[in-house]
């Protein structure tokens, strides 16, 4: 891989998790709440758990798909490249 090809991932990556990031920023907001879902999962739990303790929940849901992945790959089973940019990207989006 090239330097500039390098760079044109990285952007890509970055735009298309931002254009995910305001999509789904207007479909889950409530009452002008960006965190609104992750604030009433912090009122749903049953554990006390805090809106970051939430937030690495539903990642970690995506962290364990990729190491899914992971594992098909190792044993021949290619994904295609949407499924992995989708999959990657969510997670990215869930650390940002």
């Known amino acids: 891989m090239t330097e500039k090809r390098f760079d044109e991932v ?3 990556q970055l735009n298309n998790c931002k254009e995910t990031l305001i ?4 479909e889950y907001r ?13 009122q749903q739990s049953t554990t006390g758990e805090t809106r970051e303790q939430i937030i690495w929940g539903m990642a970690r849901k995506h962290w ?33």
């Open 23 to 26: 999509i789904k920023g207007v």
């Open 64 to 96: 364990i798909s990729i190491q899914d992945i992971r594992e098909d790959i190792l044993q021949g089973k290619l994904p295609s490249k949407e499924k992995l940019d989708e999959k990657y990207g969510d997670f990215i989006n869930y650390l940002l």
């Open 10 to 12: 990285v952007d890509e």
């Open 30 to 42: 409530r009452y002008k709440n960006p965190m609104h879902n992750f604030d009433v999962g912090v």
